[in-house]
């Protein structure tokens, strides 16, 4: 038996600093380890601010998923106050947030995760009529002409000409698990270069709204949006009229060009609906509350519960008291030792490092190999992301989401055991991205209907002078981001944060072994009837690893609060 260690270190076309190792046996994965090897701190920093600011702290988490940890932190720190905020601030942050999840989606598809299927260089010996045949046959989109793919195609020819390659420089070309014909490849590479420019014009929503990005601003207690149809600086209706066009050029581009080519991608790759499924237990808080106020679940668009098991025909209930984190395999300590599991409002972020000095040669060889934590749900590892999303709302009897689930699979031809793997995390995301490009006209309807009406208010004073706060609170703010489960949780003590955790989407899914031996998603994924063609060429792992799309950075933050250097990195 041929056995080989395999590391891929940095993962990259991901947020943040991400290792895996492997352990490959006969083409095939038998054991991996993901480490995460940046240290998390702004939890720390956090303690003795006024509750009110940590939003702002929160958001800088991370440089993409910045709204939702903004939200997370208004949401936590208002459970904890009592605070109920306007329903216009609510249609707000439903708009802000799910603009960022569709903007999010669309680049992690063509930008982060299309090169583990696309090859680039195949597209140039592609012929673009051919490519506007394809693409004429699955969408009206006004770009799927032969002249604007053979443009697109000299366009990549001079690229690749000029030496200059950029992030193609190191692509795994020519090997063996890319199926795409050349033409499709061209399509692609097309739509690859027409997202950038689409997602840096629908994104503005967050500038009108939160007065700029990739940090909108955001309130406790509401939103920072003045509403005044006849104003000049405020939500007028020259600014309204401008959000409509941004809202429905994001959804002409999803359903037009996004979901096509998604579609059509997956055909050459159904295989890999049996491949990754990992851990069977998938988690979602739920998201986007179309009834006033977030604390009522009932009125969230997408639900929450959580399936165990791969058991698609029940939906258990999620109770944030029953998250836990440990820290067995984690650089860190707790007061009570590794063995032991904290829910957050108990938790202790104490850094330990006990690995070896880098460069590492094998982290796996080390009882603790990461800085992420290990959060659990009643003791089981969880999958957070689009794919819970959708299961949890496919079985608890989502119209819009069963619809939609129901159409893939019929022009997949495939059952929906597909959907528990590698490709059906791509392709959830895909069905989640369509939805929400939708769903964003009613909530920008409702806001404007509300505008009309003569309710133009967007903030709640209430309770927003401290003398007005108990002595002591606590709260806890849910969020299902782009990538999954978030939770903030907040201890409030003589107007002061006395205690501060967060449990993000990737420290769910980059959980490493915990105290019973159980692998995270991540490991997990890699270990289930996951190949290895050519270890030297990785693209099988970066395949399953990219369809999570991983942020490191928000499970494993750098901060230090004084500027001063940390590291000094040297690139050769």
Known sequence: MARQKVVVDPITRIEGHLRIEVQAEDGRIADAWASSTQFRGIEIILQGRDPRDCWA???????????????????????????????????????????????????HFYHLHALDWVDVVSALSADPAGTAAIAKAISPWPNNSETHFREVQDRVQAFVASGQLGIFTNGYWGHPAYKLPPEVNLLAVAHYLEALDWQR??????????????????????????????????????????????????????????????VAIAGFYKEWGAIGGGVPNYMAVGEWPEGGTYRDVDSLYFPRGIILDNDLSTIHPYDQQKVEEYITSSWYEYEGGDEVGLHPWEGETVP?????????????????????????????????????????????????????????????????????????????????????????????????????????????????????????????????????????????????????????????????????????????????????????????????????????????????????????????
Not at 247 to 253: E, G, Q, S, V
Not at 470 to 491: C, K, T
Request: net charge negative.
């Open 352 to 572: 330990n490092y006990t690995g070896p000095e880098p460069p590492w040669t094998f982290l796996q060889d080390h009882d603790k190999y990461t800085w992420m934590k290990s959060p659990r749900y009643e003791g089981l590892p969880m999958q957070v992301g689009p794919l819970p999303r959708m299961l949890v709302a496919y079985v608890s009897g989502h119209e819009d989401v069963q619809a939609l689930v129901n159409e893939a699979l019929g022009k997949l031809e495939v059952g929906p055991e597909a959907l528990l793997s590698t490709l059906g995390r791509t392709a959830a995301r895909g069905i989640e991205t369509v939805l929400l490009a939708a769903r964003q006209e009613k909530w920008m309807d409702d806001l404007v209907a509300r505008i009309r009406g003569g309710d133009v208010s967007t903030f709640s004073q209430e309770k927003w002078d401290p003398s007005t706060w108990p002595s002591s609170a606590q709260g806890y703010g849910y969020l299902d981001a782009a990538r999954g489960a978030l939770g903030h949780w907040v201890q409030i003590e003589n107007g002061a944060v006395s205690r501060y955790q967060c449990v993000v989407p990737s420290t769910w899914n980059c959980s490493p072994r915990d105290a019973q031996g159980q692998n995270g998603p991540y490991e997990a994924a890699l270990m289930d009837n996951h190949p290895l063609a050519i270890p030297e060429q990785p693209l099988e792992i970066l395949r399953t690893i990219h369809s999570f799309d991983p942020c490191m950075a928000c499970g494993v933050h750098v901060l230090d609060a004084n500027g001063d250097p940390i590291t000094e990195v040297k690139v050769r």
């Open 57 to 107: 702290f929160t958001q800088r988490i991370c440089g993409v998923c910045t709204t939702v940890h903004a939200l997370a932190s208004c949401r936590a720190v208002e459970d904890a106050l009592d605070i109920t905020i306007p329903p216009n601030a609510q249609l707000i942050r439903n708009l802000v947030h799910s603009m960022q999840t569709v903007q999010d989606h669309v680049i």
């Open 201 to 262: 014009d629908v994104i503005r929503l967050h500038a009108v709204f939160g007065g700029k990005n990739p940090h909108p601003n955001f309130l406790v207690g509401g939103m920072a949006s003045a509403i005044n149809v006849e104003g000049t600086a405020t939500i007028n209706a020259e600014r309204i009229t401008d959000l409509y066009g941004m809202i429905r050029r994001a959804r002409r581009f999803v359903e037009q060009v996004y979901w096509p080519d998604l």
